[in-house]
C-alpha cells in the first residue's frame, strides 16, 4: 500500500493508495450469505433497512478491502432479457470484515419501495430487494471493491473524526468505527446520525455500546419527524453541530479534525452552511473555501455552488447520493 502526501493545508492527512476493481463486472465472484438481520432500532420503523453480511472466502475479494470502499452486486433475473445492471453497496463492514480475517464483507440495505407518481403503480427497487430478501446460504455475484478517496487516512491516529450521516449512509462510518476501535480507539470520534422517526435509527444498540466503552467516542441523533423528551424540535443532523457545540466545537477547531459526510445528496450544503455559521473564518477554512463576502450570507448559498464556488478542502470526505 503505498500513500500520497499533501502539506497544502494544516492538518491535511496523508491517505493511503488503495487497490480496487480486483472483481471485474465481467468475471464477479460468488458469494455467500452469511447473516442478515434488521438494524433499524425498532421493527415498526418507517423503512425496511437490514444489515447483510456475505462470505467471500475463497475468492479475489477476500480480504480485498477497506473500510469507507463499495462493492458491486448483481442481482439474479433480468430486464425485458437483458441481464440486471451492477449496483455498488457501501460496505460496512471494517477493514478484514466482521470477523477481521477478510471473509465476511457487509453492507446495510435499505429497500426501495414507493409509489410511482402518475401511474400509482408500486415500484420496487430491484436491487435493494433482491439483497433483502436473500436467505442465509443463498449465492450472490460481487464484483469490487471500488472506491479510492472515501478512506480513513494512512495513519488513523494522526486524526479525529466527524462523521455525519443520513440514513444508510452509516454504513461506512460503522466499517471506520470498527477499524479506529480494533486499533484502540486512538482519537476522538463523534457520529452525526439523521433520521426520520427514531425507530429508523441503524446500528443503534451498537452504536450507544460504543459511547460506554469509548469515552473519546460520542453519537448524537437528529429526528426529522418527530420530537422526543431528549430533543425538544425536529432536527437535521447537520443542526446537531449547533446542539451539540459544547462537544463539537472544541473538535471542528482543532487541526487533527477530519469530516466525513455521507448519504442523501444534498445533506452537505446544510452541512456547510451551518459550519458557516458556526465557526471563525480560520476554523471554517480548514473544511470549505468560499470567496470573499459569501461566509457572511450563507443561508444564500445554493446546492449548485458547490464545488465550483464553495469548495471543500482536504479534510472533508462527501460521499451523497
Ligand atoms: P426528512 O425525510 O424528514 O425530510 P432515511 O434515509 O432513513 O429516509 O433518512 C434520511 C434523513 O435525512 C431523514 O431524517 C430526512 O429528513 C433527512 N434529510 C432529508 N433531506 C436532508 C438534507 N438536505 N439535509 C440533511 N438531512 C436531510
Redesign the pocket.
Known sequence: MSSTTTTDLPGTPEMPDVPQHLVKPNAPVIGRVHATRLCTRSRKA??F?RHVEIDVSGTELENSWHSGQSFGVIPSGDLDGKPHKLRLYSIAAPTGGETGDGTIITTTV?RLIDEHWESHKLVQGVCSNYLCDLNVGDEVLLTGPVGKRFLLPSDPSKHDYIFIA????IAPFRGMMLDLIRQGMPSRAALLM???YES?L?YHDDLTAWTREHTNFSYHT????HTTPDQPT?L???DLLREDFDTLGPMLASERTLIYIC??A??E???FQTLAKLLTPEHLAQYITVPEGYEEYPEKWERSMIPKTIKKTKRVFLEVY
Not at 437528529?222 to 419527524?225: C, F, K, T, V
Open positions: 418507517a423503512g433497512v435499505k443520513t440514513g444508510t449512509g439523521g433520521a426520520p429508523d441503524l437528529a429526528i426529522s419527524r425536529k437535521y443532523v447537520q448519504g442523501l444534498g445533506m450544503l446544510g452541512v
